[in-house]
């Protein structure tokens, strides 16, 4: 009775931060694609989810940037205290947790306005603000690309090849996209792209997450 109840005080905690952690996606894109539908002047195919802070209604993207960072956050402690010894242990919940502190910078340091959202606003330049949020961004994606692929190296030591093959197919399809994106060639099709494989990255977070969990 004893060691039962001990493992309910150790194993709950773990799994609340790790519902935490799976609900960080699907609300960052709820509330993203809420926003793209309803802010006048936005365009999936001209501009990135950041520059959604900017305008009367930016807090409500600057908001949704410091929820999903403190839930990834969650997640990644979570991962940490159930993942068994062994290959992508440490650095794996490592990473997923740069990558939430890095919404966190995204959120306090807004994307320039620009390309005309909000509505009126010119050409893109690039502010101190503006860099420092893209630098917060590049940091923040390549750890978790990099998370795919340590957490791809531990499934396939541990012999699960399918997992093994859906965390690098997203990490190779994120990498691509971004340097697609950071080329500067930021067109109609670049720009959906980034998205889908944004959309990607945050799913497999999710399905990590949640296969941990169970």
């Known amino acids: 009775m004893t060691i ?23 609300l960052y894109f709820l509330t993203t694609f809420i926003q793209a539908a309803v802010r006048d002047g936005f365009d ?3 501009h990135p989810a950041s520059i959604l802070s900017n305008g009367d209604a930016g807090w409500i993207q600057v908001t949704n940037f410091l929820v999903a960072g403190v839930l990834t956050i969650a997640g990644a402690i979570g991962l940490s205290r159930v993942l068994e010894p062994g290959r ?4 794996g919940p ?11 910078f ?3 340091f807004k994307a320039d306005a620009g390309n005309g959202f909000p ?13 420092l949020h893209m630098a917060a961004g590049s940091v923040g994606f390549l750890s978790l690309i990099v998370a795919t692929f340590v957490f791809a190296s531990r499934y396939s030591r541990e012999g699960h090849r399918g ?12 990498f691509a996209s971004f340097a ?5 060639n930021a067109n109609a099709v670049v720009m959906l792209a980034f998205w889908a494989t944004v959309m990607l990255a945050w799913g497999w977070v999710t399905a990590v997450t949640i296969r941990s969990a169970r």
């Open 88 to 91: 992508g242990s440490v650095w």
């Open 44 to 46: 999936l195919t001209k």
């Open 119 to 131: 509505v009126g606003a010119g050409p893109a330049t690039l502010s101190t603000t503006g860099m």
């Open 163 to 174: 997992w093994a093959v859906y965390s690098r197919a997203t990490g190779i399809a994120f």
């Open 180 to 184: 697609w994106m950071s080329s500067g």
């Open 106 to 108: 995204a959120a306090a």
């Open 94 to 104: 490592r990473l997923l947790g740069l990558f939430g502190v890095s919404l966190l």
């Open 4 to 26: 039962t109840a001990t493992r309910i005080r150790a194993t709950t905690p773990a799994r609340t931060l790790l519902t935490c952690g799976a609900a960080a996606g699907p």
